[in-house]
């Protein structure tokens, strides 16, 4: 109350509003993984939480996708022997992609190092640590992990879960292996506890993203693409055509990011008492493997 000094007449107005409550972002995820670079200047970024909010931002701060390499084999007519891409050991920015098609905002990375770091299960621990003593993410995604041995994948999902129960203001989404038995094998290895913080999705999922490559890791007949100049200098014409098949073939990454694209976007549009089931994800052409049970 105030104190008042002279005789007078005094007004005092009494809101009838109730107090106001902030508006807080409930889908702010947090990706780990490798990444090509982390750097801000002159200011490196690796096992820093950066907040970003595009993927303009991302590949300022964190660079491009590692290039995907190719083993093709031409026929005596030279025409190309049916080939799958190898398998891709960094997903990170292909899962940024994912994320902001799927209607993603703003996200935190987390570097553990870039593509010539060793991947252990000590640098997502790491990470983990760091992340901890961050506010604002709401959710986890152990984006590069799953490349990790089965024991080691199952102890940092653990590891995970237990913050999210420590700290009580966030949720895992993690990946299933794809492997056979990946589900399987998941269950038995993430254990009973803490469960409620944590969602798997699964299968793999076939997606509309080109793959990022190079001359140079693209090998025809065992020589490089960029190494065999009569391919590519004295025979344009198939090296076109190596190109035009390369560009055909698209991405399989894990579900997570696309799923974190959908929790962000429903709980902007629709709010979070809606569940983000039953939304169709952009840029997915199908699961690698039909579910029918």
């Known amino acids: ?168 203001d966030r949720f895992v989404i993690f990946d299933v292996k794809n492997e056979e038995n990946g589900v399987e094998n998941f269950r038995q290895g993430i254990g009973q506890e803490y469960l409620k913080y944590g969602a798997a999705y699964y299968p793999y999922l076939q997606t509309s993203l080109q793959y990022f490559y190079t001359d140079d890791s693209v090998t025809v007949n065992g020589s490089t693409l960029l190494g065999d100049d009569s391919i590519k200098k004295e025979k344009t014409a198939l090296y076109n055509k190596i190109k035009a098949e390369l560009d055909k073939q698209r991405v399989v990454l894990p579900p997570s990011a696309a799923v974190a694209g959908a929790y962000a976007k429903t709980d902007r549009d629709r709010g979070v008492w809606k569940a983000p089931a039953n939304v169709s994800l952009a840029s997915v052409i199908a699961p690698t493997i039909k579910i029918n049970n």
């Open 1 to 168: 109350m105030p104190t008042y000094k002279t005789p007078n007449v005094y007004i005092e107005e009494i809101s009838t509003f109730p107090p106001s409550v902030a508006e807080v972002s409930t889908a702010i995820p947090a990706f780990i993984g490798y990444t090509q670079k982390a750097t801000k200047g002159n200011i490196d970024l690796t096992l820093k939480p950066t907040r970003i909010s595009s993927l303009l931002d991302y590949e300022t701060l964190f660079g491009g996708a590692e290039p995907a390499n190719f083993a093709l084999t031409l026929d005596s007519e030279e025409e190309i022997q049916p080939f799958t891409p190898l398998p891709v050991n960094f997903f990170m920015h292909y899962a940024l992609r994912l994320f902001f098609d799927n209607g993603g905002g703003s996200c935190y990375i987390v570097s553990v190092g870039d593509y010539t770091t060793p991947a252990t299960i000590d640098n997502f621990r790491t990470a983990l640590d760091v992340l901890k003593k961050e506010d604002e993410p709401t959710l986890i995604l152990l984006t590069d992990a799953v490349n990790l041995a089965e024991a080691e994948y199952n102890e940092l999902c653990q590891a995970a879960l237990a913050q999210c129960n420590l700290l009580k």
